[in-house]
């Protein structure tokens, strides 16, 4: 048998394990996993030189259009995500505008100018967004933002809905069959303790987490996942920074909630005191301790390293 491609010398990445293994590909497919004495025969042959080989990954949580107009970040981004490994990106609408609206017009431009797989989630800001959650579906959106620290994100343009509306939300997602992403932190104990420390005159990367800090996060990312015990929502926490959502997680896996936690690079290689990094550490929800860094590493599951034939 000749296959289309033969990558030998790889360390091959699945969710099973790690190999030290080739694979063959057969019309874009993956067809076999193994030692290369035991791979097919191609024409084309690929020596990894003992490099990882992996799926493409997918970016569920990105930005785009914040500080230039959407149609500019698309091809420059996508061209990044897309020599970083990344095959499929998920963008953020952050727009008060009508759904039907937004999730067209972007899809349009997406489908123009994105170098790889492109597909939206939309935040939820007003009753009006509520009402048009079945046709967002029917456009292809099924996955929808809320945040919890709102009123700051005004800024931004972002409308904030109450809880009452976030509780519609997260039952109409549910009936649609979609997932409800929650930015979780308490922005009015947050509030008062911004004006706590700029009193205090603090202005290095550790006083912005004692303005927001862990606990503003456990108290949202609770709240939430009760609502979702009360809905039946799915719950998808975005951009986690606290090793204790794990008491979270495995309240709601005791108690029939399907529940996820997503958490991003700085969160799990920079401390609160690294102050090289600068303004560039001031991120929402911040930069924690180290052992919520520690914590978080613990709550990934780990590879193990297989044989294959």
């Not at 042959?45 to 959407?70: C, E, Q, S, T």
Request: proline content about 6%; charged content about 20%; some cysteine.
């Amino acid at each position: 048998m000749v296959v289309d491609l033969v990558v030998n010398n790889a360390k091959v990445v699945t969710s099973e394990g790690i190999y030290d293994a080739g694979i063959a590909v057969e019309d874009g497919k993956i067809t076999a996993i193994a030692k290369e004495p035991n791979l097919p025969k191609s024409d084309k042959v690929i020596d990894a030189k003992g490099l990882p080989v992996m799926p493409g990954a997918i970016d569920p949580h990105v930005h785009l259009g914040l500080y230039n107009p959407f149609g500019e970040d698309v091809p420059d981004s996508t061209m990044v995500q897309a020599i970083g490994g990344l095959t499929t990106t998920m963008h953020s609408i952050l727009d008060k505008r009508s759904l039907k609206v937004s999730v067209p017009e972007l899809t349009e431009i997406a489908n123009k100018n994105a170098y790889i797989d492109m597909t939206f989630y939309a935040a939820i800001m007003s009753m009006q967004h509520i009402l048009e959650l079945p046709a967002a579906f029917e456009l292809g959106v099924t996955s929808f933002k809320h945040f919890t620290n709102r009123p700051e994100y005004e800024m931004l343009n972002i409308l904030h809905p109450d809880d009452g509306e976030f509780y519609l939300s997260f039952a109409k997602i549910k009936e649609l069959g979609g997932v409800a992403m929650v930015h979780c932190e308490d922005f009015e104990i947050a509030r008062k303790l911004t004006e706590r420390v700029k009193a205090s005159g603090a202005k290095d990367l550790a006083a912005w987490n004692d303005s927001r800090p862990d606990y503003c996060e456990q108290l949202k990312i609770w709240e939430m996942a009760v609502m979702a015990k009360i809905t039946g929502c799915p719950l998808y926490v975005v951009h986690n920074t606290v090793a204790t959502a794990k008491e979270v997680v495995d309240w709601a896996d005791g108690n029939g909630v399907e529940m996820y936690i997503e958490t991003t690079p700085a969160y799990l290689f920079f401390v609160k005191t690294d102050q090289k990094i600068g303004v560039l550490g001031k991120v929402n929800p911040p930069i924690r301790t180290r052992g919520h860094v520690e914590g978080l590493w613990q709550g990934i599951p780990a590879q193990k390293q297989c044989s294959p034939s």
